[in-house]
């Protein structure tokens, strides 16, 4: 298996002032005040990651059903920018795209790593997605060049799994895309996968964004065995919400 990461992704990690992609820190939903400036001020958090939605035309951070916060975009970029983390744009709401990108390309780019995501592609047991993969991968190419993509499949709780279809769908639609990539993978459904999955770290340069709650301690252990952390980002949470720092626990 590719352990090592390609050389586009070093200015992240050394941004960052670690090794390896495994060894970045991140927060999940940092999507109101109290939470942002907490991460913020954790010495063990390098990267937020925030979700965009639209409500009643006002672009905020929420992650639906929720439909309320006490903080907009603007504001939640500036802060992450201003301490110097890197910033996750997880975007719920086709709508924010234009302004977001343009916003982050005015105020962070160049300041501070950067990187954007959506779910582009069904995956199990999840809805269809909103947003159109090529036109969100172009839009983001061409707007905020700096970062890179974060992109995944609709997932609940429930589904069978990634399986060679899905994952084969992504890669199609990555053939031409010259960005760097991140495929997301939720943690509950990468063991049964993974054999295809390594398939990909020896034929690209992409990283994996291992996401998502867990509850069994077996499959933090088979993770953390099995998963190269300099290939691998880990944005993983215990049911209770509490975060995983995979390689330093």
Wanted: with cysteine.
């Amino acid at each position: 298996m590719a352990t090592a990461f390609a050389e586009r992704w070093r200015p992240i990690v050394e941004a960052l002032g670690v090794k390896r992609p495994g060894d970045i820190g991140w927060i999940h939903g940092a999507n109101n005040t109290q939470a942002l400036l907490g991460a913020l001020s954790d010495t063990n958090v390098h990267f937020i990651e925030g979700d965009i939605s639209v409500v009643d035309g006002e672009i905020i951070m929420a992650h639906p059903p929720v439909i309320e916060s006490d903080l907009g975009f603007e504001e939640w970029l500036d802060l992450t920018v201003d301490a110097g983390k890197g910033a996750k744009l997880d975007f719920k709401s086709p709508e924010a795209v234009t302004h977001c990108l343009n916003y982050a390309r005015q105020h962070a780019q160049g300041k501070i790593p950067l990187c954007v995501n959506a779910d582009i592609l069904e995956g199990p047991g999840g809805v269809k997605p909103v947003f159109k993969p090529e036109a969100f991968m172009g839009q983001c190419i061409r707007s905020l060049p700096q970062a890179f993509l974060s992109l995944g499949w609709t997932v609940e709780e429930g589904g069978l799994g990634y399986t060679k279809e899905t994952v084969d769908e992504m890669l199609t639609l990555l053939v031409e895309v010259e960005a760097a990539v991140s495929l997301c993978f939720h943690a509950g459904y990468l063991r049964n996968a993974w054999a295809r999955l390594e398939e990909i770290l020896e034929e690209t340069d992409y990283t994996f964004t291992i996401w998502g709650r867990i509850e069994d301690q077996g499959l933090l252990s088979w993770i953390r065995a099995n998963t190269p952390p300099g290939r691998c980002f880990y944005d993983i949470q215990w049911k209770d919400g509490t975060q995983i720092h995979l390689t330093s626990e």
